[in-house]
């Protein structure tokens, strides 16, 4: 281990996590992470090692079998994880999303069905919040759930097309944001209609719940192994009893508190490759050779590896003060979308270096750092696109300092 991205004032407990999961990663994901990738094959039994070591739980309190550990080393263990396959981080990452929205927002027999089964792994989450036509603009939603009749309790009816699903079949609950108005008055604004549904559904693809199909894998450029599919609700009944909190019209907010988590998740995963880039890339500058000398004795190449680290290191100190501020009770939303900006930026940029430091090989795949320049791209769009992040950041700078002429 480098003396790159490490974390101060970290517990004994927290350290002896990391280097568990730091451990599992050389071993058992580095090895068979780009055979798997190429493949585009799920990682099974690195995803069974990984409930072995509780890691479905990390973040579940301990009275519902998690080990109720915070999000600083929820998001270190994605960092570890990341450096590994960024894939893999993603299977985790959707399944504590909804695992922490459960948590927070979840009525008392929610929690108690749910998160004990969470914690080891039997029960696999997703959420769902875009559509085909929106991406980021959650407001314009048009996935519909109705009460069907009048009774407080009834059922719901939902109707819909979801896009982008991260575990979207091997997922057995997933937490599917949709437009309620009952209730609201015309005019009500858009986001304090909407109400978050758990989906119970069985694994797999096609039709998976009388009412629910999962269509198949979308194909990706980079981000394989991990299932990315669509979601269409056809006359879905949901029990009034899985309106998370039990009370619609509460949604949005708890799904973006829910993406708060999945920034800076996001950030660490950005980490994390970015990372891996600046391993390949600095071992790689050592082995080669150039007009008599290993190319890292080459000013050029030393300024790139200068300008890597530096990026590796900043990034991680963003995405530590963004998750040690949530782990405080304090609203992150600055840091979280600050993190997560200039986490995937400068993966993005560690990566294309390690790529050029690698010449004509890096276009190889034989070599790792072709699979890391097809998955940093992910993080520019994922949970948020980079534009979005900058107008999360302006506008709370704005409010932060408000002119008072």
Same mark, same amino acid.
Request: proline share 3%; glycine share 12%.
């Given at each position: 281990?480098?003396?790159? +991205?490490?974390?101060?004032?970290?517990?004994?407990?927290?350290?002896?996590?990391?280097?568990?999961?730091?451990?599992?990663?050389?071993?058992?994901?580095?090895?068979?992470?780009?055979?798997?990738?190429?493949?585009?094959?799920?990682?099974?039994?690195?995803?069974?090692?990984?409930?072995?070591?509780?890691?479905?739980?990390?973040?579940?309190?301990?009275?519902?079998?998690?080990? &109720?550990?915070?999000?600083?080393?929820?998001?270190?263990?994605?960092?570890?994880?990341?450096?590994?396959?960024?894939?893999?981080?993603?299977?985790?990452?959707?399944?504590?999303?909804?695992?922490?929205?459960?948590?927070?927002?979840?009525?008392?027999?929610?929690?108690?069905?749910?998160?004990?089964?969470?914690?080891?792994?039997?029960?696999?989450?997703?959420?769902?919040?875009?559509?085909?036509?929106?991406?980021?603009?959650?407001?314009?939603?048009?996935?519909?759930?109705?009460?069907?009749?009048? +009774?407080?309790?009834?059922?719901?009816?939902?109707?819909?097309?979801?896009?982008?699903?991260?575990?979207?079949?091997?997922?057995?609950?997933?937490?599917?944001?949709?437009?309620?108005?009952?209730?609201?008055?015309?005019?009500?604004?858009?986001?304090?209609?909407?109400?978050?549904? %758990?989906?119970?559904?069985?694994?797999?693809? &096609?039709?998976?719940?009388?009412? %629910?199909?999962?269509?198949?894998?979308?194909?990706?450029?980079?981000?394989?192994?991990?299932?990315?599919?669509?979601?269409?609700?056809?006359?879905?009944?949901?029990?009034?009893?899985?309106?998370?909190?039990?009370?619609?019209?509460?949604?949005?907010?708890?799904?973006?508190?829910?993406?708060?988590?999945?920034?800076?998740?996001?950030?660490?995963?950005?980490?994390?490759?970015?990372?891996?880039?600046?391993?390949?890339?600095?071992?790689?500058?050592?082995?080669?050779?150039?007009?008599?000398?290993?190319?890292?004795?080459?000013?050029?190449?030393?300024?790139?590896?200068?300008?890597?680290?530096?990026?590796?290191?900043?990034?991680?100190?963003?995405?530590?003060?963004?998750?040690?501020?949530?782990? +405080?009770?304090?609203?992150?939303?600055?840091?979280?979308?600050?993190?997560?900006?200039?986490?995937?930026?400068?993966?993005?940029?560690?990566? @294309?270096?390690?790529?050029?430091?690698?010449?004509?090989?890096?276009?190889?795949?034989?070599? @790792?750092?072709?699979?890391?320049?097809?998955?940093?791209?992910?993080?520019?769009?994922?949970?948020?696109?980079?534009?979005?992040?900058?107008?999360?950041?302006?506008?709370?700078?704005?409010?932060?300092?408000?002119?008072?002429?």
């Amino acid at each position: 281990m480098g003396r790159l +991205a490490q974390t101060e004032g970290l517990t004994e407990i927290q350290q002896e996590i990391l280097s568990t999961v730091r451990s599992f990663v050389d071993k058992e994901i580095l090895p068979v992470a780009t055979e798997l990738e190429h493949r585009d094959e799920y990682p099974t039994e690195i995803v069974e090692g990984l409930k072995e070591l509780g890691l479905f739980g990390l973040m579940i309190p301990e009275e519902y079998g998690g080990l &109720g550990e915070s999000l600083l080393t929820y998001a270190l263990c994605v960092e570890e994880i990341a450096r590994g396959w960024m894939s893999v981080s993603g299977i985790i990452n959707t399944h504590f999303i909804v695992a922490y929205m459960l948590k927070q927002h979840g009525t008392q027999e929610q929690k108690d069905h749910f998160l004990p089964r969470m914690a080891t792994g039997e029960v696999r989450g997703a959420f769902s919040m875009s559509e085909p036509g929106l991406g980021s603009d959650v407001s314009a939603i048009t996935s519909k759930g109705v009460r069907d009749g009048d +009774a407080s309790d009834g059922d719901f009816v939902l109707n819909g097309q979801k896009m982008w699903l991260t575990n979207g079949g091997s997922s057995t609950l997933v937490a599917v944001l949709c437009r309620t108005d009952e209730g609201h008055p015309e005019g009500t604004a858009p986001h304090k209609s909407m109400t978050t549904f %758990l989906v119970e559904k069985e694994p797999g693809f &096609g039709e998976v719940r009388p009412g %629910l199909t999962i269509p198949g894998k979308i194909e990706k450029m980079g981000y394989k192994g991990v299932d990315t599919t669509e979601l269409v609700m056809q006359d879905l009944r949901v029990p009034a009893d899985r309106v998370l909190g039990g009370t619609t019209g509460r949604g949005f907010y708890q799904m973006m508190d829910g993406v708060e988590v999945g920034r800076v998740n996001v950030a660490a995963r950005g980490c994390g490759v970015a990372q891996r880039a600046f391993e390949l890339g600095i071992a790689y500058a050592q082995q080669r050779h150039t007009f008599g000398k290993p190319i890292a004795q080459h000013q050029a190449i030393q300024f790139r590896l200068a300008e890597m680290g530096t990026k590796v290191e900043a990034a991680h100190a963003l995405m530590v003060g963004a998750a040690r501020k949530k782990d +405080a009770g304090e609203r992150n939303d600055l840091e979280a979308g600050m993190a997560k900006y200039l986490a995937s930026e400068y993966c993005k940029e560690v990566v @294309e270096d390690a790529f050029r430091i690698h010449g004509g090989y890096g276009f190889s795949k034989e070599y @790792e750092i072709e699979r890391l320049y097809r998955e940093a791209p992910m993080l520019l769009i994922g949970e948020g696109t980079a534009e979005i992040q900058k107008m999360i950041v302006g506008r709370r700078l704005l409010e932060e300092y408000r002119f008072q002429g």
